[in-house]
């Protein structure tokens, strides 16, 4: 079935730090990969996504590539600020499988970023 | 547009109870997920309804229960709670079927004690 795997937490980092967030996923047809971010107490917000092959999703300074060939999207920001402190999950649906509703997610990594 | 809504924010029950927690998606959605999220099994998706019709389903015992009325608001029913099934509940919507992009709501933060 289909997975998602993400790196380990919790990522700290100084702000104005490059930050990267691998994510690599399992899949039996063509899904769609995405991004969403959690704030303390607070649901999912979308932070980007991509739904073929070699598109870059972008949204507040971040950014990740569909990479098919290595079964990748990983998130980057260049400069990173307190205020993105959160945990960020990577997630994917695969509409030729039917189950474009269904999102699956990786476990998440919880970024700290501090002065 | 106003966002995903969802009610109550916060349910404490007590084991043997049931709960119902209700979902308001964003104006002109028809689908709605339904999602647990537990600090040890992560974000696990409970159902979708579209059109009333329960269109996908994950790995949940029949005490978990959904339905969706015609103005694709969406309720989801726990029956006989358990102390594991605390969690945060969170209910997603997007536009139409095969469109894949989700929007998540704050979500019910469900106590059984």
């Known amino acids: 079935g289909d997975s998602v795997t993400q790196m380990e937490g919790p990522v700290t980092l100084s702000e104005e730090a490059f930050l990267t967030i691998n994510c690599t996923y399992t899949?039996?047809?063509?899904?769609?990969l995405f991004w969403y971010v959690q704030y303390p107490g607070e649901g999912l917000q979308l932070l980007l996504k991509a739904t073929k092959a070699d598109d870059k999703g972008s949204n507040k300074g971040f950014e990740a590539t569909y990479r098919k060939e290595t079964t990748s999207f990983h998130l980057e920001k260049g400069s990173v600020q307190v205020s993105d402190s959160a945990v960020y999950f990577c997630?994917?649906?695969?509409?030729?499988?039917?189950?474009?509703?269904?999102?699956?997610f990786g476990t998440g990594t919880r970024l700290q970023v501090t002065l | 547009k106003a966002g995903v809504t969802q009610t109550p924010r916060y349910l404490i029950k007590t084991r043997g109870q049931q709960v119902t927690l209700s979902c308001s998606p964003i104006s002109g959605h028809r689908s709605v997920s339904w999602y647990q999220q537990t600090p040890g099994q992560g974000l696990q998706f409970l159902f979708e309804?579209?059109?009333?019709?329960?269109?996908n389903k994950g790995n949940f015992p029949g005490r978990f229960s959904g339905r969706q009325f015609s103005n694709s608001r969406s309720e989801m029913n726990v029956s006989t709670l358990e102390l594991g099934d605390s969690a945060l509940y969170l209910c997603a919507s997007s536009s139409a079927q095969g469109i894949v992009t989700q929007y998540f709501g704050p979500g019910t933060r469900l106590t059984v004690l």
């Open positions: 309804y579209f059109s009333e019709t329960q269109r």
């Open positions: 997630a994917l649906s695969d509409l030729n499988t039917g189950t474009a509703s269904k999102l699956t």
């Open positions: 899949a039996t047809g063509y899904p769609s």
